[in-house]
């Protein structure tokens, strides 16, 4: 039955892709070139559907190719010419700043002018911006305030042009990508216009954002990943290494480009699998295939990885608004900042007064408030938290057990094994615990701030031990791990890296744990250090050394990330809303005399590659029942391959979302729906509804005439309003335009 | 007939005594002395209430899991007589003499017991010798922290052995010869522990999947077989997705339908469920409503109830208190009366419904009915002032607009009190307005706002009610933009102070309204996921990781004047040699993979067939149960590891079988023996290693005998378990 519909038109669609249709790609890999592996078993599925021939292909099919390599390129130079012309019209409209470029054009300025910032990507995405805004003359003075603000006279076309011309790739990338998985011009032309022509990733293109530079290298890495598969040729090196500099790239921008690594390396896993079987390579040469993809797909991204946070180091060395989320050694690096050269007293004395830092990567200090506990956390008394900013609140000073008053003459040093009291300067409490549950580690003791003027109990006394150090060692500032055993329960000082409630400020949890094991959690080390009657001594601040930068930032980043918690009343978009263009986004304007953007996909194409991917589906299972009751059909291999890679692509960058607690936004979708695309052109030509393509395309560009403004930008009325031009379009209930 | 006669009368039995044996000593360490301790342990806390409301028929909502566990329960509970007149209320009290406790632990004991000649039948279907079906069954038999969690009323047990007796049901069918047709009964009964294991707990699910996937790759080879015919893998089929998929599904609804036609009072998890769901309760809402007119027309006086029941379900109210002039960030409010949602039953949630047009506030005879898009005013009853809304931001959310209760200060703030009515849940264009059925947005005409419980709550100024808004940029589905009319009548009184008379008496009259079955199953199934409680750390929970090696136990138990106390710690040996079983599977079948992909095939076809089998029930077994864990962000225990636990367990003895028997093959003919024997005696010495941990640990286990503190002390095999000591 299914064998009787399909194949005939299947190898008639065959025949005419292998006779109009040559892969451009051959224009630069020169003429040699034989097919590769996969390659073969594609090509040749159209010939005999097996996997036995792997001779046949190169010669028949160059020759083939040769002769009718202009219409594809021609096909190429219009799909550029499109993609560009659509993407760099009205570039520098609106004049004003939109959305998220609040924030990236700002970090673009923070590079030109070397000051540092915390964000939480990676820096590559925001160096580009800056090297674009640099190149075309900005001069990194606009505030980028926020969204609405005008650009007046500043030169911001460099940045956004640099963005769209990026954009303007990828459907350039996904022509090659579907003509080198389906060997189909008309695949690739349907999966390039579907991008063409969305106003969603052509709205996405034109702003100063990270997407378009992340979906740029995205691209470029599945590309060069489909495109490497003749062995240890030149431009199977070439295209590996491309591959692997594209990867880094991604994840340079994003942690998203963790995605496509992924994919790449799931891809490779199954060629390597694929490899193995092959009885006709040796030992020697399946290693040597695997040492290959190891250096060029793991190490030469890891090394470039490394290098762009290098470069970004070496760059921002001045003190800037990202200072307080690093640790005070760190900001010793930064020209400006109060800790760049720093001297204080070199041994910890009593009478001290000191800041007391966890040693936990970004664990904070040690802080307390005028704030109580609330009622049902423990004992209702002073909190006692560890807080990441500098702030007079960290400030505590060293008692002996008893005394109070100062002593005359030089103070004594705190040493291994002395019992001290710990008083917060600013509400002269002591740092006191006792056997209630903490409020967050219910297994760990409450600490809390207790007693006034340094008239406390028993439960202020906590003894000091260095790590490693014996009875007798003095405590060196900034050098010495240092923990705080409490006197009458015995469990240490401890930060648990949980966030506070509301009531807690946001602030880290500190707790005394039971369990004495010697964690950074549990260790601390005194930093600020005053005491007049000791002299101070010039330190060199343990300079950290480039692999600890690195460290700090990334645990940084992944905390600052996972703190993107979604807001009451913040409009909060849900994963399943993207496929179906449930709901866009809001670029710039919201009241009818604004200029308004809106990014919303074009919803005939979303709404075609959400059919095409249910559709996929059901011809897989079809075909592979088929196949596995005998029938031989012999395109479906093809189907499965291509498609199935498209669709991994989709799900990698798609179902994540589902399991992230982080606040989410309508453009994260965007990678997703290039796979999308890219699969309802594989797709679309190989069914035989060859007519069905051409009536979609009409309808699609039909639509991108009516949803244009969306993307160019509108004013008037409100669609919901009357008298609107958008008030036709208005198909959902939830689009805001 | 003679012929008859002159037969012997024979009956041939065929009995496995190791069965036997090992369903003896299950039953034996499961069973015996199950009423001690006579106290309140653990979770009972937490299963108890819901089988006291079992047993007075009272509705209630769990969200950690649907309803047969809980059934269960109720039913040992039943058997045993108990009335549900205890209050379960901290862990340790003591059980009155009326309480049968035997019989609240009988079911999950049982189950308990059951699960080690399921794990020894279990493994003979994977097709592996006596021996280690037997040594299966020894892990789990002396395996502490299984013994611990089938001894009480709790639902590990019954889940574990829902799941073993699917997994041996679906092999028992899958091995069976494809003539005999009864084999199909083995299919269906393992549909059917499918859907009871989902239905004990949503935990049942991970292992139902991984069954599902089993059986499809089985089928998926029943499809490549080309000597059977189209038509007979096509019928096939379609009985594996009837038995393995419409049945479970069909079961699990069924234990709703139980559930929901069991508990028929009202209770106190009322208010989270929609009006109409409460009506069909007997008491509660419905001794309210019963009778109410059905049709809100102009001139009735109703109660508006707002259809999130997040934070809190609330009711639209008003009070005779304005808005600050200022509130204390500074920013000014109109000063109006204040709006608000209320969550208690009160006399200030009244409204009137008007017609803009007219005066009256009386229903006309015959009522004239409001309808969709229809333009109200909506007076408060109490205080006669109009629900109004104005472009002055919202105390909290100043992003919205305030809604107030109209008062003119002549400041040209002029009344803005039209609000559109919108049936969100509308059939028709001109439906009619129905109490608790409709739900309806109220659109403010002059600004197109919709009327919103924020959901946030108001300073002390505001009595610490939620706040009520009006937003603009309202989403196409938000249930916090939605209002049903709870309470309704007819309104008769022209005169105010009638009026409120009439407002503070009840509302009677008598007429039943049902929801159908599916409704409130559909209803109940989507509050039970999206209940959200207040997830915080508790004293004994743990992280996934802590549970491999067992760095965490729980005290269940602890007497209330000695040291006898009962923990939730496994036997140290058993887990290791889980573990190791594990990590040896993995290597093994690594190095099997790329050397057969080499083409070098170790062990013949029908062996290797074996191990995947064993590979995929047993290592994907404790992959599905243990790996969902580390994605959580749940309250999570020791006792979540249970299940995966159990596969792991089935595993060991398979996998030492298969290195007796294939891998020291390889060895020399003379070390061959050495080997074999070797490992014999090691795996002599493990089992008698396992079974005195298990002895040393058995206090702990039962409670009994006490302790003294030094001995206490020498259990505390690790430092990160937590054993009590009373302090004398």
Known sequence: MAKAECTPKWNTLALRNRKTCPTPEKSFQTTFTPVSKDKNSQTAGHLAGGDTQSSNGPSGQFLARESIESPSKVLLMLVAGLSFSTRLYKITEPPHVCWDETHFGKMGSYYINRTFFFDVHPPLGKMLIGLAGYMSGYDGTFPFIKPGDKYENQNYWGMRGFCATLGSFLPIFAYLIVLELSNSCTAAIIAATLLIFDTGCITISQYILLDPILMFFIMAAVLSMVKFNQSFSASWWLWLVLTGINLAGALGVKFVGLFVIILVGLNTIWDLWRLLGDMSLSLVDIAKHFLARAFALILLPLILYVTIFAVHFVVLNKSGPGDGFFSSAFQSRLIGNNLHNASMPEYLAFGSTVTIKNLRIAGGYLHSHWHLYPEGVGARQQQVTAYLHKDYNNLWVVHRQQDNNSQSGNPDLVRHGDIVRLEHKETTRNLHSHLHEAPLTKKHFQVTGYGINGTGDANDLWQVEVCGGQKGDPVKVLRSKVRFLHRATGCALYSSGKTLPKWGWEQIEVTCSPYLKETPSSQWNIEDHINPKLPNISLSVLKPNFLEILLESHIVMFRGNSGLKPKDNEMNSKPWHWPINYQGLRFSGVNATEYRVYLLGNPVVWWINLASLGLYLTMVAVASIATQRGFSLEHSLVLVRGGGLLMLGWLLHYAPFFTMGRILYFHHYFPAMLFSSMLTGTKLCWTSFLHLCVWSEAVEQTNFYLFHPLSYGMTGPLAHEPGSAMADLKWMDSWEF | ?728
């Open chain 2, 1 to 728: 007939g003679w012929e008859m006669l002159q037969l012997p009368l024979v009956v041939t039995a065929q009995v496995d005594l190791l069965l036997v044996l090992v369903s003896l000593l299950a039953f034996w360490t499961r069973l015996s002395h199950l009423s001690y301790p006579n106290a309140v342990v653990f979770d009972e806390v937490y299963y108890g209430q819901f089988v006291s409301l079992y047993m007075k028929r009272v509705f209630f909502i769990d969200d950690s899991g649907p309803p047969l566990g809980h059934m269960i329960l109720a039913f040992g509970a039943y058997l045993g007589g108990f009335d549900g007149n205890f209050v379960w209320n901290r862990i340790g009290a003591e059980y009155p003499s009326t309480v049968n406790v035997w019989s609240l632990r009988l079911l999950p004991a049982l189950c308990g017991a059951l699960c080690v000649p399921l794990g020894y039948l279990l493994t003979l279907e994977l097709k592996f010798s006596h021996l280690s079906a037997l040594g299966a069954a020894v892990l789990l038999l002396l395996e502490n922290s299984l013994i611990v969690q089938s001894r009480f009323m709790l639902l590990e047990s019954v889940l574990i052995f829902f799941v073993l007796l699917a997994f041996f049901s679906y092999l028992r069918f899958h091995n069976a010869p494809s003539s005999s047709w009864s084999r199909y009964n083995w299919l269906i009964l393992s549909g059917v522990s499918c859907g009871a294991a989902v239905g004990v707990k949503y935990m049942g699910l991970f292992s139902y999947l991984l069954l599902l996937v089993v059986a499809s790759l089985h089928t998926w080879k029943l499809i490549g077989d080309k000597t059977i015919s189209h038509m007979n893998v096509c019928v096939q089929s379609v009985h594996r997705v009837l038995c393995l998929v419409v049945v479970p599904v069909l079961l699990y609804v069924f234990w709703f339908y139980v559930h929901l036609s069991f508990l028929n009072r009202s209770g106190p998890h009322d208010q989270l469920m929609s009006s109409a769901f409460q009506a069909s309760l007997q008491g509660g809402l419905s001794r309210i409503t019963r009778g109410q007119p059905l049709e809100v027309a102009y001139g009735s006086q109703v109660t508006l109830r707002s259809s999130v029941s997040q934070p809190i379900p609330c009711w639209l109210h008003s009070h005779k208190v304005n808005y600050p002039i200022r509130y204390d960030n500074g920013r000014g409010s109109s000063h109006q009366q204040q709006v608000t949602c209320y969550p208690f039953k009160d006399v200030n949630n009244w409204w009137i419904i008007k017609d803009p047009g007219r005066q009256q506030l009386v229903v006309d005879t015959p009522p004239r009915p409001v309808r969709h898009g229809d333009v109200i005013q909506l007076v408060h009853g109490m205080t006669s002032r109009f629900l109004n809304s104005h472009d002055v931001a919202a105390p909290m959310s100043p992003h919205t607009q305030e809604v107030s209760g109209y008062i003119d200060f002549n400041v040209s703030m002029p009344a803005q009190n039209l609000w559109r009515v919108d049936i969100s849940n509308r059939e028709a264009e001109s439906e009619v307005w129905k109490t608790i059925l409709s739900e309806v947005r109220l659109i403010h005409v002059n600004t197109s706002a919709v009327l919103k419980l924020s959901g946030v709550s108001l300073p002390d100024w505001g009595f610490r009610q939620l706040e009520v808004v009006a937003d603009k940029l309202f989403k196409a589905h938000s249930s916090s933009l939605e209002w049903t009319v709870e309470e309704h009548r007819y309104g008769t009184s022209q005169e105010q102070k009638e009026r409120e008379a009439e407002l503070h008496s009840p509302t009677h009259i008598d007429v039943d309204r049902k929801i159908s079955f599916w409704a409130k199953f559909v209803e109940l199934q989507w509050k039970m996921l999206t209940v959200k409680q207040e997830e915080s750390e508790h004293k004994y929970s743990s992280s996934p990781l802590e549970w491999i090696t067992m760095e965490t136990n729980i005290a269940y138990w602890l007497h209330s004047s000695t040291n006898a106390q009962i923990h939730l710690i496994g036997n140290p040996v058993s887990w290791g040699v889980a573990n190791l079983s594990l990590l040896a599977y993995q290597l093994l079948a690594v190095v099997y993979l790329l050397r057969r992909r080499r083409g070098l095939k170790d062990v013949p076809d029908g062996v290797w067939d074996q191990f995947v089998c064993l590979g995929c029930v047993c290592v994907g077994g404790w992959l599905v149960n243990f790996v969902p864990f580390l994605l959580m962000d749940k309250t999570l225990f020791l006792y979540h590891y249970l299940p995966a636990l159990c596969y792991l367990y089935l595993l060991s003895p398979a996998l030492l079988e298969h290195a007796h028997t294939h891998l020291l093959r390889y060895a020399h003919q003379l070390q061959h023996v050495t080997h074999q024997r070797a490992l014999c005696v090691g795996a002599l010495a493990v089992l008698l290693s396992i079974f005195l941990t298990y002895r040393t640990f058995c206090p702990l286990t039962y409670g009994s005998p006490e302790l003294s503190a030094h001995q206490l002390q020498g259990l505390k095999w690790r430092d990160t378990w937590d054993i009590l000591y009373r302090r004398r």
